[in-house]
Every structure is written in C-alpha cells, then in structure tokens.
Nanobody, 125 residues
Framework: QVELVESGGGSVQAGGSLRLSCAAS????????VGWFRQAPGKEREGVAA????????YYADSVKGRFTISQDNAKNTVFLQMNGLKPEDTAMYYC??????????????????WGQGTQVTVSS
C-alpha cells in the first residue's frame, strides 16, 4: 500500500512561488510514476506534471511549462513541484498521485492508483 502526503500549499500573490512536497511511504518513489494534478472548483481534475520511475522522463501541461518543475529526492522518498511565476488561474487543490512501474498516459487520472489528500494553492492578483 502506497501512502502519499502532500504539503507546501498556501496563499501567494501573483508572480510568487511555492514548492509542494509529496512524501511517499510503502514503496520507493523511484519505483513509481508520480504525477501532480490540480482541481479548481467546478472544473475537472487535470494533470500538471509527472515523472517516470527513477527520475526519468518528465511531462508538463502546456499551461505550466517553463514555470513549474517536478523533481524527486530518493533519500527523502519525496517528490516536489516547484511552482514559479504563479498566476491566479493556478488556484486549485493540488494532488499527488502515483502508480507502481512505468505507468500509463501521464495526464489521465485513471493512470494512477494512489492519491494524496491534496493541498490548497491560492494565488491572488
């Protein structure tokens, strides 16, 4: 059983930065495909970024390319999402998701079998 716990959310002004953390337990983060998703009120959950096992290939939604960076620390068994140049439209609940192995299409919710509880990010203009 994989447990994921997110942290690092908060309220910032436009242009600011936040770093989200996703601490995993139960399995090594390096053996999993890990993704970050977000969901704003009234909208569907959307993929933001993902990383293949072992710190492999990374993926980003077009809306965050050049501003967000996904990374991992194997010693801490933690995945991070560095968010720079935040915009009001980035406001959402952010979720960490993981699946053992290579995983499927990175941006699809059903590609992942384990989810965290979410952390709120609010960006004011």
């Amino acid at each position: 059983q994989v447990e994921l716990v997110e942290s690092g959310g908060g309220s910032v002004q436009a242009g600011g930065s936040l770093r989200l953390s996703c601490a995993a337990s139960g399995y090594a983060i390096s053996s999993m495909c890990v993704g970050w998703f977000r969901q704003a009120p009234g909208k569907e959950r959307e993929g933001v970024a993902a990383m293949r096992p072992g710190g492999g290939r990374t993926y980003y939604a077009d809306s965050v390319k050049g501003r967000f960076t996904i990374s991992q620390d194997n010693a801490k068994n933690t995945v991070f999402l560095q968010m720079n140049g935040l915009k009001p439209e980035d406001t959402a609940m952010y979720y960490c998701a993981a699946v053992l192995g290579y995983g499927g299409i990175w941006s699809l919710v059903w590609s992942y079998t384990n989810w965290g509880q979410g952390t709120q990010v609010t960006v004011s203009s």
